[in-house]
């Protein structure tokens, strides 16, 4: 039999940003910005303007780039797209792309570019572009959830947590016994667990697809390689910069300071053949359910 490998087809990695921001954030500490760990700098975008350490950054801003994942050349001769997955001490992207490239005299509108930041010029094959490297998340309907888990030989029964007096006039439980001496493996057993997380859905919608699709045109060649195959999820603030259209009006807009990648995401795929299909939920928060006890 020839040797195969199964490759999982999204590849998310949580960072040491989001673990030092977590802890800053629950304990009501100072942000910490780290030099070389913001995108500002792995893109020399807005970097003179650092956060107060005071101020309480969140997960607002998404980029993408295309060199998240290596070709495969398997036994038929058929090439395989496998995903890389990233270090947890890494801060930038293997290579980031904009989500926008408009010629100078056909930016996007004020209500477009509210969706957008990381605003720059790019000059490509002699032609002057302005680039929007981050786009914005919405956030607005966001919202953490807990979980009652209730596991029974191997299967799972999952709804909403409830506390009930159980919880608030708790009571000494009995918690199971484990074999500390053997690490070599983890079990599950059976009984009931909580966790509590969020939910994030992040996509596309017929104009990211079309913007991108342009992007990958201008910059690659071709429309039909609109490949992205590595996405950061990010925290930071908005700050108000000062802009400069065509025809050197002044105009005022938000931009994005202090942005630290909290979770990146490596996948494959190629938006000029799956359209606005490509919709990524991700789940921030508890990873592993704690467990509470027998069913």
């Not at 001490?89 to 209500?111: C, E, H, I, Q, W």
């Not at 009995?174 to 992040?202: C, H, M, Q, W």
Request: charged share 25%; proline share 4%; glycine share 6%.
């Amino acid at each position: 039999m020839a040797n195969s490998k199964v490759y999982d087809g999204k590849i998310n990695t949580v960072t040491l940003s989001a673990m030092r921001l977590t802890s800053a954030l629950l304990c009501g500490a100072p942000v910490k910005y780290p030099q070389k760990s913001t995108l500002n700098e792995h893109l020399n975008l807005m970097t003179a303007k650092v956060p107060d350490p005071a101020a309480r950054p969140t997960i607002k801003y998404m980029c993408i780039g295309i060199k998240g994942h290596t070709a495969s050349l398997a036994d038929d001769d058929i090439y395989d797209f496998v995903p890389l997955g990233k270090k947890a001490s890494y801060s930038g992207m293997y290579k980031a792309m904009p989500f926008v490239l408009r010629r100078m005299d056909n930016d996007l509108t004020d209500a477009q570019r509210a969706n957008y930041a990381f605003r720059t010029k790019l000059t490509i094959g002699g032609v002057d572009y302005w680039a929007y490297y981050l786009k914005r998340i919405d956030m607005r309907s966001v919202e953490t959830t807990d979980y009652d888990i209730r596991r029974e030989n191997g299967e799972e029964q999952v709804d909403l947590f409830n506390y009930t007096d159980n919880e608030l006039y708790p009571k000494p439980a009995e918690l199971p016994e484990f074999n500390y001496d053997d690490d070599t493996t983890v079990e599950l057993p059976d009984g009931r667990y909580a966790k509590s997380n969020v939910e994030l859905r992040i996509g596309w919608n017929d104009f990211d697809v079309q913007e991108y699709m342009n992007v990958c045109a201008i910059m690659r060649g071709s429309s039909q390689s609109s490949i992205v195959s590595e996405i950061a999820v990010c925290s930071g603030l908005d700050a108000v910069e000062s802009g400069e259209s065509a025809t050197g009006s002044k105009f005022s807009y938000d931009e994005a300071i202090g942005v630290q990648v909290m979770y990146y995401i490596d996948l494959y795929a190629n938006l000029a053949v799956t359209n606005d299909n490509l919709e990524l939920t991700i789940n921030i928060g508890q990873t592993v359910p704690f467990w509470l006890g027998p069913n």
